[in-house]
């Protein structure tokens, strides 16, 4: 996935920008209707969405009046300054990150990306809402059949976020789904178990292998 080497918006300035507006990124989901993954992933620095993404959150920081050349280092930037210094030769080569990311496998489309991605987040909101319930104890048990399910659902969605996640780096941890209904092995329980997982639609595209010190760099 190739980089431009200047974005319309950084992620920097996207949180200096609703930081002056108050808004929370909720709030500019709502508003620009962007997808909501996008702007958590590009905000924390773990992906770099694309042109029509990021032109399109430009434009919605514009409409409300916002700068984004303007913004200073009390907003939550890198000075200004050191913006403003020229280059060196061989600069363009380089590409500094602020914290540590995951590398997303450059054999993957955009669309397999986006896909994962949104999966995952739409599986860390059910996530955080099966936390906030009550656990509640059986009649002869330490929990009833509620407190049960939800832990089943709960430790499937971190599975299936844990292989979405392995996916973007290019490795697929499931077999395709037997074709007759044989459990022979681990294997095929699991093969199983994805086809009615979150991932489900995930399960049937296996990415193209990469070469294994490609996997473990930095996105």
């Given at each position: 996935m190739n980089i431009p080497q200047?974005?319309?918006?950084?992620?920097?300035?996207?949180?200096a920008a609703r930081y002056q507006l108050g808004l929370t990124q909720a709030n500019v989901i709502e508003e620009s209707d962007l997808p909501g993954h996008k702007l958590k992933q590009f905000e924390t620095g773990r992906l770099i969405?694309?042109?029509?993404f990021l032109e399109g959150l430009r434009d919605y920081y514009q409409g409300k009046g916002i700068d984004l050349a303007e913004l200073k280092e009390g907003d939550g930037l890198m000075p200004v300054a050191a913006a403003a210094v020229a280059p060196k030769p061989g600069a363009q080569m380089v590409q500094s990150i602020m914290q540590m990311a995951f590398r997303i496998s450059p054999a993957l489309t955009p669309e397999q990306v986006d896909a994962a991605l949104e999966k995952m987040d739409v599986g860390d909101d059910r996530i955080a809402a099966i936390l906030r319930e009550p656990a509640t104890a059986g009649l002869f048990s330490d929990h009833d059949e509620r407190t049960d399910a939800l832990l089943r659902e709960l430790f499937g969605l971190m599975a299936a976020n844990y292989m979405a996640f392995r996916f973007l780096q290019g490795r697929s941890l499931a077999a395709p789904k037997p074709t007759d209904d044989g459990q022979r092995t681990i294997a095929d329980l699991l093969a199983q178990w994805v086809a009615q997982s979150p991932i489900?639609?995930?399960?049937?595209?296996?990415?193209?292998?990469?070469?294994?010190?490609?996997?473990?760099?930095?996105?």
């Open positions: 200047q974005l319309p918006v950084t992620p920097l300035q996207s949180k969405p694309d042109m029509k489900a639609s995930l399960a049937g595209t296996e990415p193209p292998e990469v070469a294994q010190d490609d996997e473990e760099g930095l996105q």
